[in-house]
């Protein structure tokens, strides 16, 4: 067993941690309540190529895999500016146009998620389905040479700053379970008959959230990703990538905290000592610090197992679970830490609170993954 990272993977993470750092989280905030994009951040990052790290080389990507991707994710996100589309964009989009697409698709869009110029939204969330997937309503009909979407999705991220949106419908039922069969498309957002609306959130970061309403959307059939009825299956595929790299924003958002408040309690004394002197206030810190190493070398298990194709889901869902719940702590016991101004704008931490917290409810709960580990990890029956 070998726990190093390589050379080529060390030098990605300081050279995503130098461009990154550049920027901060005061452009992080800046650019979240502005309404920005992080837009200069992403185009430096794409024109070293980081961006698209796991797009295969013929389609002009780096040819590496998911660990190299996360490991982007985390050094933005340790960086202080996090970005959530990384989770929906290259992780779970150009995930399945590879696994899946047509050569025709792949060409179409794997060398525009190489470059970073292209960024894909992805649906799956209904009002009326969100844990639950086999309850999806949005549905997409054959008609000639076109499918007809009709539905609603919702929460679904940056479909201002999306081209495309990755999108999971019903296209008949299994008669057999009264389940539907899902079909993915792509759909372009300036489709006639797609329109959004925001939907605020306490969440401050630059991605906003939509919902989505289809109204007889048109999508030509060469649209339609992967199997007809297959769609279930195939969005899977794509699963694993999301929890990994959530665990990896959460592990990035988590190391920001817990430095920030290491930096904090070595400089500020209120009884004559640093406040790092009093083991009350340093051992939640130290706590923190390994629940987030635990969590990290999971993730990176994780990773590592998907791109060796093999089983990841236990470690990509456990991964996700003790990722958030780190960064939950990790934030909580920084702000702790900073007193009052933990509250205060200027130190850049109860802005992440929305953040963290998010990470224990997307892109799939803690409740969901603990029945996930109940069924498939302890072998007991389905708890729901
Ligand atoms: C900021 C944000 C961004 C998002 N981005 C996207 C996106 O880009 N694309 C997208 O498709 N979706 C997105 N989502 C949706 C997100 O994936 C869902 O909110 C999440 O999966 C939970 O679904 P729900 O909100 O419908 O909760 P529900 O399914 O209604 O669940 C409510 C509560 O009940 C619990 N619960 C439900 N079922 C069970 C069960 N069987 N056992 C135990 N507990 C259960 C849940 O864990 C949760 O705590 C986003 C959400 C947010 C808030």
């Known amino acids: 067993m070998d726990f190093r990272e390589t050379e080529e993977q060390i030098m990605l993470r300081q050279a995503v941690s130098g461009i990154a750092s550049k920027y901060g989280h005061s452009y992080y905030v800046e650019q979240s309540r502005s309404g920005g994009k992080q837009q200069e951040l992403w185009d430096e990052l794409a024109a070293s190529g980081f961006l698209g790290v796991s797009v295969p080389e013929r389609w002009g990507g780096g040819g590496m895999g998911l660990t190299e991707l996360s490991i982007v994710c985390e050094e933005v ?143 030509p059939k060469d649209r339609l990703l992967g199997v007809e009825g297959e769609g279930l299956r195939e969005v899977f595929f794509g699963l694993n990538p999301e929890r990994i790299m959530s665990a990896a924003i959460a592990v990035g958002v988590g190391s920001y905290a817990l430095s920030k408040a290491a930096d904090y309690a070595r400089d500020r004394s209120v009884w004559g000592v640093p406040i790092a002197r009093h083991q009350g206030l340093s051992h939640p810190l130290a706590k923190s610090k390994v629940e987030l190493e635990l969590a990290k070398l999971m993730y990176q298990k994780a990773a590592w197992a998907y791109d060796n194709d093999m089983e990841a889901g236990e470690a990509a869902n456990m991964s996700k679970y003790a990722a958030a719940e780190a960064a939950f702590t990790c934030l909580d016991q920084a702000i702790q830490t900073h007193g009052g101004n933990g509250m205060a704008t200027e130190y850049g931490l109860a802005d992440l609170w929305g953040m963290a917290r998010l990470l224990r409810i997307a892109p799939v709960s803690r409740e969901m993954i603990l029945n996930f580990v109940v069924q498939h990890s302890l072998g007991l029956p389905k708890p729901y």
């Open 77 to 219: 996100a340790a960086a202080g500016c996090p970005i959530l589309l990384l989770v929906v964009s290259p992780a779970i989009c150009a995930t399945l146009i590879d696994k899946f697409g047509t050569e025709a698709q792949q060409e179409k869009w794997l060398p525009r998620f190489a470059t970073g110029e292209l960024k894909m939204a992805f649906a799956i969330t209904e009002p009326d389905a969100g844990s639950n997937s086999h309850n999806i309503s949005t549905t997409a009909t054959k008609d000639g040479d076109v499918y007809r979407l009709n539905g609603t999705k919702y929460y679904i991220s940056g479909c201002d700053d999306a081209e495309a949106v990755l999108v999971v419908t019903r296209t008949s039922v299994d008669e057999a379970t009264g389940h539907g069969k899902l079909s993915l498309f792509v759909v372009d957002l300036e489709s006639a008959g797609l329109s959004k609306t925001l939907i605020p959130v306490e969440i401050t970061a630059p991605e906003k959230q939509f919902t989505l309403f289809f109204d007889n959307v048109q999508v």
